[in-house]
């Protein structure tokens, strides 16, 4: 049985009348889904070659040390450097949010419905979580997201433009070391009781698209660089074939 809400959204308007109902205060946090997963950070999904803190350090040294050539702002902690690499597509322990539910929206619902084993279209979801200010962390040098002192929300600096541009969050996840596995948030006791998830039919998706591109919320401006705005172009032109 779940701790968490579970409500369906059919329409774009009725979307946004329930962000402007239920969403009052400004640390609502968002996460899109094109399907309905656990909510794992990527790194959960991989078999690693070895002992996993061990590999996932490693990963992370050899980012930190390969992606000099690429960046513009040094970051300055750990933290900096793990959203970096998790908002350039790394397996991290960070899972995305977003204030922006417009953003989280988009995530949704940006391509079309993805099929199940028996071919039918699956359901995409966002999920809404109101955290406390107890379950925040202040990056610092001071400590460390590898700690395992319990899954945690905090706000990255701008350190690439689209953390910027998505008005990005993200929750870091422990590694229970003892059961070798991650917890999914919305199983996790703390939190399945702050979150609340909206469903969002296969049919509803292209409409969505539509309304959210009208809202300037596409690749071109959540991905502001060439890889996002070359998505935009070609969804834009082929839109009748979706």
Request: net charge neutral; with cysteine.
């Amino acid at each position: 049985m779940a701790n968490y809400k579970i409500k369906t959204l059919t329409t774009f308007s009725g979307f946004i009348d329930f962000v402007q109902e239920h969403c009052l205060h400004d640390e609502i946090l968002f996460r899109g889904q094109p399907v309905d997963e656990p909510l794992y950070p990527k790194i959960a999904r991989l078999h690693l070659r070895g002992d996993f803190i061990k590999i996932e350090r490693e990963m992370f040294r050899d980012f930190c040390r390969r992606a000099i050539p690429y960046i513009n702002l040094s970051p300055e902690t750990d933290w900096d450097w793990l959203a970096m690499a998790q908002h350039h597509g790394m397996a991290t322990r960070l899972l995305d949010w977003t204030l922006n539910p417009l953003a989280s929206l988009w995530f949704a619902v940006s391509c079309p419905p993805q099929l199940d084993k028996d071919g039918q279209p699956r359901v995409g979801v966002v999920w809404v979580f109101f955290p406390e200010k107890t379950d925040y962390v202040t990056p610092s040098l001071d400590n460390s997201p590898f700690s395992n002192y319990g899954t945690r929300v905090f706000q990255p600096r701008h350190v690439s433009a689209r953390i910027n541009s998505q008005a990005g969050w993200f929750t870091t996840h422990s590694y229970k070391t003892r059961e070798n596995k991650f917890i999914p948030l919305e199983k996790n006791t703390r939190y399945s009781k702050k979150l609340l998830k909206l469903c969002i039919p296969p049919e509803a998706f292209q409409e969505m698209r539509f309304q959210l591109d009208r809202f300037n919320v596409n690749a071109a401006s959540l991905f502001p660089d060439l890889d996002g705005l070359c998505k935009h172009i070609t969804w834009h032109k082929s839109i009748m074939d979706d």
